[in-house]
């Protein structure tokens, strides 16, 4: 058992060790034999004096950008508009699975965006649903946005959040580790008609496209040639 669980980088106690655990607290600090006991907890977003910012911190500069003024635009410039960031963070799903579905609805609008979600079958896409109709809401309290409607993703990405490890009971005295991922997920709406073109990638036919292939294909080099 003490293998199983050094192999799961859990601490393993020694007979010195259970020793200081059942003595007093003032014997164990006195003596300083605390140190050398290894914790596997995490620290939290309050006791983390020396590790910077903690990741609750780092989230919320995102919604930060709703609160940044900017100078009024001079006669015979573009006008600017309007935009509104919002978030949810720590939800309980793989950033690698909601990754699709943030990719999914960039550079739609947002009737179009929330239109396409409800044939999604993912736990994320009610996530992102949810997300996209508090930031509209958003935009008509708050940011002056006059028609709901006239919104597009402008944005849309997911961050990794906390792993939590957990161990699962295998056979014949065996173990493994589960992890539990969280992620934040992010999106900007800005006020105005989605582009036709969101990633500025030039259009080609498939003949093109084909061509294209068939050249790779030829200049490729075959590793163990002559």
Request: glycine share 6%; net charge positive.
């Given at each position: 058992?003490?293998v199983?669980?050094r ?6 106690f ?6 200081t655990l ?5 014997a164990i ?5 605390l ?13 983390e004096e ?9 989230t919320?500069?995102w919604?930060t950008?709703?609160?940044k003024l ?6 015979g410039?573009?006008?600017?508009p309007?935009?509104?960031?919002h978030?949810?963070e720590n939800?309980k799903y793989?950033p690698?699975?909601?990754?699709y579905?943030?990719?999914?609805v ?9 239109k ?14 949810e997300?996209i ?8 309290e ?8 006239n ?5 849309s ?10 161990m ?8 493994g ?7 934040h ?11 036709e073109?969101?990633?500025?990638r030039?259009?080609r ?6 061509n294209?292939?068939l ?8 590793v163990?040639?002559?």
């Amino acid at each position: 058992m003490a293998v199983i669980l050094r192999r799961l980088g859990m601490p393993v106690f020694s007979s010195l060790t259970r020793q200081t655990l059942s003595a007093p607290c003032s014997a164990i600090a006195s003596s300083g034999t605390l140190r050398h006991i290894n914790h596997t907890t995490t620290v939290m977003p309050e006791l983390e004096e020396h590790g910077g910012a903690s990741e609750r911190e780092k989230t919320r500069k995102w919604l930060t950008y709703n609160d940044k003024l900017y100078p009024p635009t001079k006669p015979g410039e573009t006008p600017r508009p309007a935009f509104v960031c919002h978030m949810k963070e720590n939800i309980k799903y793989s950033p690698k699975k909601m990754w699709y579905v943030a990719c999914f609805v960039r550079g739609m609008s947002i009737d179009e965006a929330l239109k396409q979600l409800e044939f999604v079958n993912r736990k994320g896409a009610l996530v992102v649903k949810e997300t996209i109709l508090e930031a509209q809401q958003l935009a008509i309290e708050k940011h002056n946005v006059e028609f709901k409607s006239n919104l597009w993703v402008a944005e849309s990405f997911v961050s990794k959040g906390v792993t939590v490890k957990g161990m699962r009971r295998h056979a014949r005295m065996r173990a493994g580790i589960i992890k539990y991922r969280y992620c934040h997920y992010y999106v900007r709406l800005e006020e105005g008609k989605p582009p036709e073109n969101y990633y500025n990638r030039p259009s080609r036919d498939k003949e093109t496209l084909l061509n294209d292939w068939l050249q790779r294909m030829r200049y490729r080099r075959i590793v163990g040639s002559l």
